[in-house]
Each structure stands twice: as C-alpha cells, then as structure tokens.
C-alpha cells in the first residue's frame, strides 16, 4: 500500500495495480488452456508437466487480487463504479482461475495419454482450445473497454464450444461402440473436451461481471445465447 | 418503498440577493424514513434544509419562489404560522448548542414555551425525550446538572432530545456529527436510524459514507440544482448521472 498518496489518486493508484494482475491472471489461464491442448496435441509431457507447475503462479495471483480487493474495501470505502469494478474483479478473478485449473485437468490428461497412440487426429479438440484462447482474449478486451456490448456478443460465441463439445462426444461414442479398447482414451478425450465446454461457461461469467460492472445491472449470458432446442432433444429419444 | 410523501417540493428557487443559490428544485420527502442531502461545499444543500422550516426567513435579502408541502400545506402560504411550523419541523444543528442549563431544563424548555406546566407532564416528557434520544441511561442521575458538562456526542443527543421534545413530525439534521469523534458519531448515527420510526429525517452531511449508512434516500445536489435523487443503494452503487458519480467516487468536490 502506497502510504505517501491519499484520495482519488491513492485509490485510482490501487485500482489500476489490481487491474493489472487481474490482466496477468487472464494471460496465464489463456496460457494455460492453450499449452495444455498443445502437450496433448503433441503428446508433450514436459509442456504438460509445465502447465501443471504453473498453477502455482495463478492461484497466488487470485490470492493476492483477493487481499488487495479486501484492503481497497478497507481503507478508501469505494462507491459506484470503484465498487462495481473491484466487486467484477474479485468475481472474475475466481472465474480466470478456474480456467487455469481447467488447463491443468488437461495437461494431466495429456500426459496420460503421451504414452499412447491417439485413437485418432484431433482436431476439433485444438479448434475449441483456439476458441476458448480467443473468446478470453475478448471478454478481458470488453472489461478493458468497459463495453457491455461487446461483452453480450461473446456470450453467445459459447454455443460454438458446446456444439463442439456435443459434436466430439457423438464421434467419440461411436469409436467405443466400433472397439471397447476405445474406451479408455475416448473417455479421457471426452474429460478434456467436458473441461473446455466448462471453461466456456467461465467466459460467459467473465462476460457478465463486465456488464455489471459497466451498467451496474445484472444479466444472465443465457438471455444472450441460442435458445435450447429441447423439442429436438426429446424428440430424439423415441 | 410505499411511503408516503411527508415533504413535497415545487419548483424552489432561492435568491440571496441576485445570486440563485437554489434552481428549480423539486423533490420528494418519504414519511419515516431519512433522506441525506450529499454534494460538494455551497451546492445549497444546507440553503434547501433551512427552507423547510423557514429558517431562511431570517436573511433580509433571501427571496423564495416556489412551493415546499408538508402533509400538503404550503408552509409559505400567509396561513401558515412560522413558529408552529418549526415545532412541528425540528433541527439539529452541525455543533451541539445546549442552552447555559440543566440537563432538564434543556429538554423541558420547548414545551414550556408552548404552554407545558404540569410538572408529572415535564417529567414524562424530558423522560421520554431523553429516552428517545438514546441519553437517558447516561444522565437519568444527574439531570439537573449543567447540561454543557456533556461530552460532545451526550450534548449533540441532548439537542436532539430537546427538538424531540414538542414532539415535532420532521427532524432536519445539518451535519449533526461533524463536530463529534467517531464513537459519539457512531452513537448519533445508530440514533439517527432509531428516530426515522417515528419521525421523518432529513440529514445533510459531508461525510458521504454517513449518507450511506444512514439513509434510505439520497438527494446530490451541485451548484444549486438537484442533480440526482434515489434509494441510497443505487446512488451509491450505480449513481445514474455521471456528476453523481464524480462527486461520490471522490473526482471532485
């Protein structure tokens, strides 16, 4: 804490250190994401065994966006926006977190599965890494701008993750019903594209904290996806 | 919140002279409830308390347009008795000014002046008033005491006794802790919540956070004009106006 500046200017000083590591945050569990389908991709255990020490860095990273956020509350007694802005990041910064966690549970799978040839090429799996890569790269660009409709848009790119995820799931059964050696990596596949649909989901969160803290009003990225198409689905089971 | 509207404002305008110090206000004052009146030094907001009891009344050159309604009576209007009005529209002011007297005789001085003699009626009243007041427990032993030994939170809830007293509908409060320490305010901040059951509060204060904790609506004001009017969980949360929010986050004023 900066103990010679008082004020607007101590507290703008504060806001804009937290700011910056909520953005590191966002680098890392990007980074994460991205290295872990990488080490899977090329069955590299070393990247693997990378993304799983670097979890480290991020939880420590929350942990002190967790103090700051705390001593800001403390001592300057934020309103409005300020407060709005630290309550965003405090949520967020679980969110970015859990995606980094996410890169973990993959790199762990990657490296399961380094010792094995891939029952086949993957290539829906990095394409939804790639999308996930860029669907944080904007939500954190939207809290940046401080724009709700940018923010909204991103929202509904998560139907892209899930229709991959559904899409790899079909293809993924069919290889274990053709041959139940199948089974055990088409599981661990299916683990890893479950953990990038949920990391979807995080964005979709990171999306809505921006529109909070940017309109004070709270929305739900449902309101702003595809509406499910649940005729479809039971329709299908007859 | 379904209160009714204790305290209604038309169009006010205030001249010192030919100085504007109040634009066109108009606003609404819940019953039993306390309503803050923020923003940054010489934006009116004490100029507009003084205007609910008239106390303005008092400066030769100030000249009022407009309406203020309590319970929908027009306290400008020639019906209206000025000293009727301020019993029925106490104050509080920024630093506590007990008269050069007993603790009792402060309370009891209102209704004597309105006709109180009975001494079992005095007695009930300074009780009450005192109790009212959060004071009671600390000076029932010694009420006959000089009333400025008090400490300053005692001698500020004194005065708040004491406007309680006649028994008033509104209680306008003008920086009633700027002069205190933070347990005394504390104290008058947690008494000022207790009164708002029964009497309608309208505060001023500096000390934003105070608007905060106190209130249940908050008035902005700037440069004479209301700027912005709300629940004070949205003011202080998502302030409407972009001025709100400079001025509560601390960018100016």
Redesign the interface.
Known sequence: MTNHLT??KA?DKELSTLYNKLMKLGALAEDAINKAIWALKKGDTNLAEEVMQGDDKLDEITQSINEQALEIIARF????????MIASILHMSVDLERIGDLGVSIAKIAKVLSREKLIKPLIDIPRMGEKIREMVDLALKAFVDKNPDEAKKICSMDDEIDDLDKQIFRELVVLMMENPRNIEQAMQLILVSRALERAGDHVTNLCEHTVYMC???FIRASSYRRRLERTEESGKRD | MDRKDKIIVENLNLFYGETQALKNIALTVPEKAVTALIGPSGCGKSTFLRCINRMNDFIASCRITGKILIDENDIYSPETDPIELRRKVGMVFQRPNPFPMSIYDNVAYGPRLHGVKDKGKLDEIVEKSLKGSALWDEVKDKLHKPATALSGGQQQRLCIARAIAVEPEVILMDEPTSALDPMATARVEELVRMLSSSYTVVIVTHN??QA?RVSDITVFFLMGEMIEYGPTQQI????KDRR??DY????FG
Not at chain 1, 77 to 84: C, F
Not at chain 2, 236 to 239: E, R
């Open positions: 004020g607007r507290l007694q934020p309103v409005a926006m300020d407060l709005r309109t004070g009003k | 934003m956070q905060a202080f949360t998502s302030p709100t929010e509560i986050t601390g960018r």
